[in-house]
T-cell receptor
Framework: DAKTTQPTSMDCAEGRAANLPCNHS???????VYWYRQIHSQGPQYIIH???NNETNEMASLIITEDRKSSTLILPHATLRDTAVYYC??????????????FGKGTKLSVIP | NAGVTQTPKFQVLKTGQSMTLQCAQD?????MSWYRQDPGMGLRLIHY???????DQGEVPNGYNVSRSTTEDFPLRLLSAAPSQTSVYFC?????????????FGPGTRLTVT
């Protein structure tokens, strides 16, 4: 799987949009971009994923650059409950590389009142 | 649906003891896996299973055994506990291997080996 690079930590004011960047410059054509988060030692929680196009669901939006070398997770109106570690992961579509989610250290997002 | 459940939530073992961490899911998922998470680190894959009767090793399999006799259950056995196995263990499941399916995680088992 391609490596990802994320900032170690970020702050965001409550009610504002949180924009979490991720670099994955070695991503290959069959790899999806995934975002998970982990709130205070709970099990990781799936947020969103995408291949080429921007994606939106009830939790967040995912913006993937045209060359697919980077992406941004957007939490439109951050709340205190969004304080967590956010992991950006790339994962192959199928085959041996598709079974594993490779978690790095992620970005610690702190939402400030 | 209960989702992915894990028992126990906490466990303390002495070096050399053995034990089994339980994991069950009620979503009829084919794929199940075990991860460990050490303080300040990301998750590392221990073992995984693509269906009943089929298991394989992940990144850090040494000291652990698994079996998958049913679709629902995927227990993780520590053969002879060592302090290096002190960690938080997460079980996960998903419909299939394809990357289009997200993984669902259990709440974790916090294991301390003294």
């Amino acid at each position: 799987d391609a490596k990802t690079t994320q900032p170690t930590s970020m702050d965001c004011a409550e009610g504002r949009a949180a924009n979490l960047p991720c670099n994955h410059s070695t991503i290959s054509g069959n790899e999806y971009v995934y975002w998970y988060r982990q709130i205070h030692s709970q099990g990781p929680q799936y947020i969103i994923h995408g291949l080429k196009n921007n994606e939106t669901n009830e939790m967040a939006s995912l913006i993937i650059t045209e060359d697919r070398k980077s992406s941004t997770l957007i939490l439109p109106h951050a709340t205190l409950r969004d304080t967590a570690v956010y992991y950006c992961i790339v994962r192959a579509y199928s085959g041996a590389g598709s079974y594993q989610l490779t978690f790095g250290k992620g970005t610690k997002l702190s939402v400030i009142p | 649906n209960a989702g992915v459940t894990q028992t126990p939530k906490f466990q303390v073992l002495k070096t050399g003891q053995s034990m089994t961490l339980q994991c069950a899911q009620d979503m009829n998922h084919e794929y199940m896996s075990w991860y460990r998470q050490d303080p300040g680190m990301g998750l590392r894959l221990i073992h995984y299973s693509v269906g009943a009767g089929i298991t394989d090793q992940g990144e850090v399999p040494n000291g652990y055994n698994v079996s998958r006799s049913t679709t629902e259950d995927f227990p993780l056995r520590l053969l002879s506990a060592a302090p290096s196995q002190t960690s938080v263990y997460f079980c996960a499941s998903s419909y299939a291997l394809q990357a289009s399916y997200e993984q669902y995680f259990g709440p974790g088992t916090r294991l301390t080996v003294t």
